[in-house]
């Protein structure tokens, strides 16, 4: 077109980016890559293609990562672990620093190459992905000079295995390995099999910046190669971004094993317009939710539920800001979407609309005209879909939201929260109290109000739910990549092996304790009981042989007591000083019974006791001072980093310490407001069945802690298997570890478990904030302000 | 809720129709008709889409008379001079608006729309006939004015038109822009360019003159030849929420104006908030305006990208209840050429490719030209160009 022509029509010219600088590299590298060990490319080997998704054209091939391959970086990695470790926080935040330099100086042919390989717009990888990557190295950088300071007590995990997603192949990169690295840890890191080419081009550049050699490496292949590296031995963490699919295999195979694991896994975020929101910037929020990245983004705004008085004059808005939607190639700089990442995708996406419209939904798509080549699908909503269908409740990934409408703010939480799924919500409303309020009820790990998709370095990042566990940044995702000391160097667990009994008889009156459900004591289902053998062999008394049945009724009353989540902290603290109070009156019964059982030494007992009593006052004092903190992000606005209890909680107490394992491991959970499903301990369950009468006097309200007596396996199976059950915490053998991980991807509950090491329960590293953490997930809710 | 969309809601299939919405400007307008009438008030171009049959042509009688002195005429814009509304209040209390979101909006658009080579040589001249070539200062004299008008009918030099290949193109600035006492001037000066004149008004840049004045002033001016008249607002009606008072203020400006197009002028530097500026662009819209305009130039802050964004949703919010067009005039602070390529995404993206012509957008700028000679010169030759290359306005 001529200038006169342009001048008439003011049309958009196609702008292209120049990539002579990507291709040439690609170039330098005669488009063939290794892997990279060690601190250098190994040669090329057998492998596939990666290409553009924008035109369908190979950009180069990669290496398919075998056994070796894998076993060779862990090596590497674990060869350099020690030392990288060893340097002072300063030196490791100087090459992290340097880490950051390099990507700032490189942020163009870092664009250019995440733009081509990935088939986003390179506006995005200009103005997002790569800019925040490098604001990733800069913050971790500062971790690492803190860390002595702030982390004392806590160790790095060794080496870490990670595996990330195409959708944000460096922004994930960043995001995994910036925290690893700041914290002293190493890493054998697997790109997606689509995107693997900004990794590689970062290796180069770590190599540049002077990274030590086997810090970082980079292994490439399939998702075969991902799974190579989270089950290999050699593997202390696995930190997986990607499909829940993948997420629960990851959690099989790890299960066990006592590697850390972090999954940061799929979403159907909630996007909520209130009558009274800013209806034109909500319509471009949903621009920023569904269509940046061509929606495939895992906190993803794919469910727009819209108040039924404005949902007609939003649709209408929505329908028109449809028509300005630019789609194009990855380096057209006048371009809203690009390609969705290959054929197969797309297909996926398709299917899903088609049968969302073939059962009755009403699409509204971009008219443009889409490129004639390469993986392209239209911006699209789908309004008034089944609530049967799946494009309603699965995760789309693709440029596709559906829209549903809500009455009242009640409805839109109910809504929201009817989902398996748990990563983010976006609320829109111009009421703070509203927003706010909605921003407390919404179940998500990231809580955007009046703005969608704004992440930070400073800010954590996960989900709830079976959007995975682990947070991704600021000081809370530092946790992910660090262990306690004190756990590390605990013992293992000596099985108990109960005294032989002598005869049947049960010594004094009569005692069967039942179990505790719902605030009653209710009999066992089964209608079995188990006897109790003293220290001595004697039969102390008979408790319930707890079964699948009475762990569902215990689940049920603890998920009817979820009003405990919403009382005051100082309410929930009065509570825990009162049964410190009540147990501190019985104290010599409760000691006597330690005796009777463990044969402990009275000293020994009545020290556990006092322990007891001290530990549900410290849980007091923490329930109304465990509190989260303000992030400041790089924005005119806050970000509230929420600790919020998880919901429903099973508890596997510890066989030693029948009265202070019970205690150290429910009181936390308590406090936070979770309510909890604990199964006393196996050998010794009378502390636990003893401990009723206090609890019948001290005014915790009915479902909020509940007790089963059995077996520590069985039931131990029966609530990692429970999809009602939110956390579970098993203090027991190792096999019990591996039972409940490996049972625990129903509704990927977070699992805290010892591995079959034993904690001293009188220790005071066994109370206090790393079990806080454990029983709270961290809600971010980013406000940003201004008028 | 805005009282559209109160009526959305009560009649959806009409929602898709339409003929809704004539039926819903008759009812605007027949309900306005009867109120003007009672106040003996005239206004003809409200009688004619009251009818809401009448050909685009007899909109604007008057203007096509005239077609050299003003904004080009209905018939050859096709857009019917805006005949205002009775003031609804709940169309006030309903605006919402998010500066944040706002900013971010702004922020992101330029990286959303590259506009290079060709396409942004002819982007750049078509912003040269979208500017107000503007001279408002206190020494001013008709000597300067009339050098400003010699530069506003050639504001770029014919060699490189004719290397753009526009050569053929009468391109001039969409306006001059002076202070009342030059308008005559301006008008000689201006003989058979077809380029009007605008006078700002109403006390500029204060706006605190005695209404009776400033009504005077848009007389005077438009007597001596003035098309156009930059009013400026009373900030204190939008500060202190007096509605009805701006209301009042603007149909009597519109009123004055008579033939000539009127642009409000908000002083959204002085309104500071988003919200304000949402509302008063809406008042002055239902009071007539035919532009609504940011800035005298004088406020410490001038157009911005999310006050614009704000107006001109405000403008895609009055054309959606009455399918009539505003224009919208950003003034001061665009004054590069990077600057205005921005501006007119904006428009494109926000309001549609007819906001990109003089007729609904204008730029108010006295420095804007110059970057662009430049730039065009570079495009022309590779190298970069200096501003004594282009002759001075």
Known sequence: MTVAQYFDSMDYAPSKEDDSAARAWLAAHESRFGHFIGGRFGTPGEGFDTVEPATGKRLASVTQGSGADVDAAVAAARKAQKGWAALPGHERALKLYALARIIQRNARILSVVEALDNGKPIRETRDIDIPLAARHFYHHAGWAQLQDSQFAGYDPVGVIGQVIPWNFPFLMLAWKVAPALALGNTVVLKPAEATPLTALLFAELAQAAGLPEGVLNIVTGDGATGALIAAHDGVDKVAFTGSTEVGRKIREATAGSGKSLTLELGGKSPFIVCEDADLDAAVEGVVDAIWFNQGQVCCAGSRILVQEGVADDFHARLAARLKTLRIGTSLDKTIDMGAVIDPAQRARIAGMVDAAVAAGATLLQAEGALPDAGSFYPPTVLQDVPATCAAATEEIFGPVAVSMTFRTPEEAVQLANHSRYGLAASIWSENVNLALDLAAKVQAGIVWVNCTNVMDAGVGFGGVKESGFGREGGREGCFDYLKPRALAKAPERKPVVPAKAKGFAIEAVDRTAKLFIGGKQARPDGGNARAVIGARGEVLAEVGEGNRKDIRNAVEAATAAASWGSKTQHNRAQILYYMGENLSARAAEFADRIVAQTGAKPDRARAEVAAAVSRLFSYGAWADKYEGVVHMPPMRGLALAVPESIGVAGVICPTEAPLLGFVSTTAPLIATGNRVVAVASEAHPLSATDFYQVLETSDLPAGVLNIVTGSADTLGAELAKHNGVDALWAFGSAALSETVERLSTGNLKRVFTDYGRAWDWMSPEAEGELFLRQATQIKNIWVPYGE | ?393
């Open chain 2, 1 to 393: 809720m805005g009282l559209l969309w109160a009526c959305y809601k009560n009649n959806k299939k009409e929602l898709q129709s339409k003929h809704f919405r004539v039926r819903y400007t008759k009812f605007r307008c027949a309900s306005l008709n009867a109120r003007l009438a009672q106040e003996g008030y005239e206004m003809s171009q409200t009688a004619a889409l009251s009818a809401g049959t009448a050909p685009k042509s007899d909109l604007e009688p008057d203007l096509k008379s005239a077609p050299e002195k003003g904004l080009k005429p209905a018939s050859e814009t096709g857009h019917a001079r805006n005949p205002g509304l009775p003031l609804d209040l709940s169309l006030i209390e309903a605006v919402r608006v998010n500066t944040s979101a706002s900013e971010r909006r702004a922020a992101a658009l330029p990286g959303r729309r590259a506009v290079k080579a060709d396409a942004q040589s002819a982007w750049l001249l078509k912003a040269v006939t979208c500017i107000d070539l503007t001279t408002l200062n206190g020494d001013d004299t008709e000597g300067r004015v009339r050098r400003l008008c010699a530069k506003a009918a050639q504001p770029v030099r014919p060699d490189l038109l004719d290397a753009l290949g526009m050569g053929d193109r009468r391109i001039t600035t969409g306006a001059v822009c002076v202070y009342h006492r030059f308008v005559g001037a301006a008008v000689d000066a201006l003989q058979g360019t077809g380029i009007p004149v605008a006078a700002v008004s109403t006390g500029f840049p204060a706006g605190l003159s005695p209404h009776a004045t400033k009504l005077a002033e848009i007389e005077a001016s438009v007597k001596d030849g003035a098309a156009e008249i930059d009013i400026v607002i009373t900030r204190e009606h939008v500060l202190t929420g007096n509605w009805q008072a701006l209301y009042d203020e603007m149909r009597d400006y519109r009123a004055a104006c008579g033939d000539a197009h009127v642009k409000a002028i908000l002083a959204t530097g002085d309104l500071k908030t988003l919200r304000n500026v949402a509302k008063a662009s809406l008042v002055c819209m239902m009071a007539g305006a035919d532009f609504i305009k940011t800035s005298t130039g004088k406020e410490g802050v001038n157009a911005t990208l999310p006050v614009s964004l704000t107006m001109v949703r405000a403008i895609r919010q009055y054309e959606a209840m009455t399918g009539i067009k505003i224009g919208y005039k950003p003034a001061g602070g665009v004054s590069k050429a990077k600057d205005v390529l921005t501006y007119f995404a904006l428009m494109k993206e926000e309001l549609g490719h007819d906001w990109l012509q003089p007729d609904l957008f204008r730029i108010g700028a006295s420095s804007l030209l110059g970057d662009i000679e430049r730039q065009l010169e570079h495009r022309v030759t590779g190298a970069y160009s200096a501003a004594r290359r282009h002759p001075i306005g």
